[in-house]
């Protein structure tokens, strides 16, 4: 819980400027592409963290997550849907739901299956399509 709050003030701290940074509360658009960056860089690390054991590893128990696997689900909102009820397999829904919305922004970024217009949450990734992953 402690490492969660932890998180979770760093993620105030990395929006607050750019909450501020315009007059009327909006960023702007090169403060949300920082945004955007960060969260895929925390995303990759908690996916080495978490992840990378069971899907990455070359007999592992978890498919690989190619794009091809992460499009099947259409939508950003039922692949979060699943992360957050199923993973990580060793104790499901264990992460904060920023963390495996970090997860999922890396996870699409890196496998090129949506461009990304703000930080991936509930609000922007609920309907957000994702690319046919080369099927």
Known sequence: ???????????????APALVSCGEGEPSPEDVSVLIQEQRLRGEGLYREHCYSCHEVEGAIGVELSARVLASYDFAGPLYDYIDLAMPYNEPGSLAPTQYWDIMAYLLIDRELARLEAPLSARSGDRLRLADGGS
């Open 1 to 15: 819980m402690a490492h969660s709050l932890v998180l979770d003030a760093c993620l105030l701290l990395a929006l």
